[in-house]
């Protein structure tokens, strides 16, 4: 019998190539965009909340000093000079009105008995109200 031979030289297949595949690199760059982002929104969220109630003392003292009673002169003396403390450094124009109320304030302070504020103290004390912003 005859052999036969299968060592037959196919010159029309080509070899198998390499195909790229970067469909796992564009889920990986993905899902790092959506960490990224829900990062972010947890951040912005986190600061939207810590902000929102947060206790603001200057607006407390400004509900404060609107809110004294001057006729009892010698306590809104005190309450005016620590409670409007805290707005002496918006600007130079309040330091300096603020300055010169401690001045006007000061007859009313450390005596046994006082008398009422007088209209030229009063006046300074509602322009200094009027200044006062949060």
């Not at 037959?8 to 899902?31: G, M, N, R």
């Not at 309040?94 to 302070?109: A, D, S, T």
């Amino acid at each position: 019998m005859a052999e036969k031979n299968f060592d037959i030289a196919l010159h029309d297949i080509k070899p198998l190539l390499e195909v790229q595949e970067y469909s796992f690199y564009y889920l990986l760059a993905l899902v790092f965009l959506v960490i990224v982002l829900v990062l972010i929104l947890s951040y912005l969220l986190y600061r939207w909340l810590k902000t929102r109630n947060k206790f603001n003392q200057r607006k407390e003292n400004l509900k404060a000093i609107d809110a004294l009673n001057l006729q009892d002169t010698k306590q809104s003396a005190y309450d005016i000079t620590s409670l409007g403390f805290i707005f002496r450094d918006d600007s130079s124009r309040h330091k300096e009105i603020y300055e010169n109320l401690l001045q006007r304030l000061e007859v009313y302070k450390y005596r046994q008995e006082v008398k009422e504020f007088d209209s030229e103290v009063l006046g300074y004390i509602e322009l200094y109200k009027g200044m006062l912003d949060v």
